[in-house]
């Protein structure tokens, strides 16, 4: 029992193993195999599904996953002797956005060049994996399935740019500012890629309502293509295929709207001619049209117009120099061509007997840079100028406010220094000083003497007024030709004040019964007030 117990406690003792896989090693391993891991299993239960449904034998459903993920890449393949080279764009878009928002997370705005380097690389590293395993599956299973092996250089150089380029924006995102700042690169540089790619996608979007429309147009030839697959499943797989194949047919819409050519198979259209020619027999091309509908055509190249236009809006909001702005529209307008360019190269491609199904690449760039940049720059330059003028008038007012400032600064000032200037005035106030009551022996005059004192007017409003004194002020003498008698009668009448309201009686001499004026009750107030200096409180 006492032996477990030690050998218990020792256990105890002992450090937790740290863990050998650090914080940041494993967001890589997560970058890497994530994305890549999440396509092959959805990879795999797209394959198993359609065969089965199709009741498909399974002894080449490794080579059909190992074909669907070179197909997920853009890699050309080639099917019973015949070249498969248009891929559809949607999934392998989605798997670039998941690619981008991976590589996103896994970084900070400062995080270093090298750090972002090693998460690019981690992005590349297992989908490259991933290729190699699949060439060696396709290789093997070419003996006994109808797809050949494609290109190995082709193969890897599409998988290494799909996700360089898709972890490389991921990562800009979040530290092309700060890297720009530390390169010393222009202030407006990283504020320009968001319009470009809002005029990429407003463009793409445009073309993609453009190509709905027509197939709607069209819808009874679309109707009879889909009507061909035979059956529920039939149908469905072809609705599948047409809706993956949507974003090919919507970059084409977009080069036809630059007016630009779009070639599918034998025929050739854009907004001006329209060359008739055999076209593949997939729903989604049910809506390519056979001649020219009116001569309104050309009134789709105002939709470019327009978002060469947003462009210019977008570039002058950034509140730049007239300089600076030009170059802002010029760089968008750049970005958005190449990635158009991008976009149409990987769109298209051949298709069989039917020859090439696309558009050109650098003409759909340098459309797409010349129908933004020069609506754009127009645009771009009137805000501009507008801007220079609310800059100056928002200076002028600026000055204005600045001086205007001065008179409330003071006037601040001057209030509080009234203020205080105001409590030292309480402070400084006057103390209340009032008269004492006779000595004992101070006998006031009756008679002749006090009627001659109540006579006096002039001596008794003194005799008030100076109640309230500075405590540095004199104490009032009495007038000339006034005896200490009648000073001390002006004392009796203010003591007599303190008491009741006078009452008139037969004892009491004529002038004291005459004591109702404005004078005698404000002595009245004052009557029982205390003797001596008092300062008043607040």
């Not at 100056?392 to 000055?399: H, P, S």
Request: glycine share 12%.
């Amino acid at each position: 029992m006492m032996t477990s117990l030690l050998g218990r406690g020792s256990r105890r003792d002992v450090p937790t193993r740290p863990d050998p896989i650090s914080g940041d090693a494993r967001a890589l391993v997560g970058v890497a195999l994530r994305p890549t891991g999440a396509a092959i299993v959805l990879l795999s239960a797209v394959v198993l599904v359609t065969l089965v449904s199709s009741n498909s034998d399974l002894t080449g459903a490794i080579g059909a996953i190992a074909t669907s993920w070179f197909a997920l890449h853009q890699v050309s393949l080639t099917i019973t002797d015949a070249p498969l080279g248009i891929l559809p764009l949607l999934p392998t878009a989605v798997l670039m956005w998941v690619v981008a928002r991976g590589c996103a997370r896994v970084v900070e705005p400062d995080t270093s060049a090298r750090e972002a380097a090693k998460v690019v690389g981690a992005a590349v590293a297992g989908p490259l994996a991933a290729t190699l395993i699949a060439l060696a599956v396709v290789t093997d299973a070419s003996a006994v399935t109808p797809i050949s092996s494609p290109n190995a250089g082709a193969a890897l150089a599409w998988v290494v740019a799909i996700h360089a380029l898709a972890a490389g924006a991921g990562v800009v995102s979040v530290v092309g500012r700060t890297r720009c700042a530390a390169l010393g690169a222009p202030t407006w540089l990283p504020s320009v890629v968001r319009p470009a790619v809002r005029a990429a996608v407003s463009l793409f979007a445009a073309g993609s309502v453009l190509a709905l429309a027509s197939l709607l147009w069209s819808w009874s030839e679309v109707g009879d293509l889909l009507g061909e697959g035979g059956g529920v499943v039939g149908v469905l797989g072809l609705t599948v295929v047409s809706v993956l194949y949507l974003p090919n047919v919507a970059v084409g819409g977009v080069a036809v709207l630059l007016g630009g050519t779009a070639n599918v198979g034998g025929t050739s259209l854009s907004l001006f001619e329209i060359v008739a020619g055999p076209v593949p027999p997939v729903p989604v091309l049910g809506g390519v049209p056979t001649e020219l509908a009116g001569p309104a055509w050309p009134v789709l190249l105002l939709v470019p117009v327009a978002v060469g236009a947003l462009l210019g809006r977008d570039c002058g909001r950034l509140r730049l120099s007239l300089q600076d702005t030009a170059f802002a529209v010029l760089t968008a307008a750049g970005v958005a061509g190449v990635l158009a360019a991008a976009v149409g190269f990987a769109a298209g491609g051949e298709l069989g007997a039917y020859g090439f199904v696309g558009v050109e690449p650098w003409a759909l760039g340098l459309l797409t840079f010349g129908w933004l940049v020069l609506p754009g720059l127009a645009v771009a330059a009137v805000l501009a100028r507008r801007n220079e003028s609310d800059e100056k008038f928002e200076e002028t007012l600026d000055e204005g406010a600045g001086e205007a400032e001065v008179s409330p600064s003071a006037s601040g000032e001057l209030g509080a220094t009234e203020e205080f200037a105001f409590e030292v005035k309480r402070l400084e106030l006057p103390s209340m000083r009032y008269r004492s009551e006779p000595e004992p022996d101070a006998v006031t005059a009756d008679g002749p003497d006090a009627d001659g004192a109540d006579a006096r007017d002039p001596a008794v409003e003194d005799a008030l007024e100076a109640e309230i004194v500075d405590d540095e002020t004199p104490e009032p003498q009495p007038a000339d030709g006034e005896s200490e008698a009648e000073a001390l009668d002006v004392v009796e009448v203010e003591v007599a004040a303190g008491g009741e309201d006078p009452v008139d009686s037969g004892d009491s001499p004529d002038g004291v019964s005459e004591k109702s004026s404005a004078r005698e009750r404000a002595a009245d107030a004052e009557g029982d007030l205390p003797d001596g200096p008092v300062t008043p409180r607040d």
